[in-house]
């Protein structure tokens, strides 16, 4: 049995007579006459003329532009955030793989020496009954303690970074306090020398 594709079909009417209507270019509509396709020429084809013509908005494209105008500066300020936040996000999730994938491989005594830090941590909010501020400094005191005892390098430069932090806030915190008793000084000094004859 042939099995006849449409490639082929194809091919076979493209060797059939077609009739093809042509209109004068000069607009007018002559009678009907019938061309071979071999009389038409395959180069050359009627100039047309294009115009763009832009359409006018509609009440929906109006609409939309408005909100878009209003919603532009909180758009513009949650880029601004994401792009800060971002890094931020990138890093808590790496340091929570690496926590990940250091607890499924533990180093050799790494449960025991936290279970005594956290048994510090828990003695010392028996021994800091009664005050909040006792809460507060006895467990972090005992914790940091046993900590810096199992794990004394990471206790150093943790105690380093800590140090070298403090030490940029006091600066920043000493400069905004220059800063806002300079104008008053200053203003003082000009109200002094305009009261003076």
Do not use: C
Request: glycine share 6%.
């Amino acid at each position: 049995m042939l099995k006849v594709t449409t490639s082929a079909v194809l091919g076979a009417f493209s060797l059939l007579p077609t009739t093809v209507l042509a209109a004068n270019g000069d607009g007018e509509k002559e009678a009907a006459a019938s061309l071979n396709r071999d009389e038409l020429s395959l180069y050359s084809a009627p100039q047309q003329k294009f115009r763009y013509e832009d359409s006018e908005a509609g009440q929906l494209e109006q609409r939309v532009a408005t909100l878009r105008k209003s919603a532009e500066p909180y758009t513009d300020w949650f880029q601004g955030t994401f792009d800060k936040i971002k890094p931020q996000v990138e890093s808590v999730v790496k340091f929570g793989n690496d926590t990940y994938a250091y607890l499924r491989n533990p180093p050799k005594d790494f449960y025991p020496r936290a279970g005594v830090i956290a048994f510090t941590g828990v003695l010392g909010l028996f021994l800091a009954r009664g005050s909040r501020i006792k809460k507060l400094i006895y467990p972090t005191g005992l914790v940091t303690m046993s900590a810096s005892l199992y794990y004394p390098e990471q206790a150093a430069a943790i105690a380093k970074s800590a140090g070298d932090s403090v030490y940029d806030y006091a600066v920043q915190s000493y400069a905004a306090v220059e800063n806002i008793l300079k104008p008053h000084s200053k203003a003082e000094k000009d109200t002094n020398s305009g009261n003076k004859p």
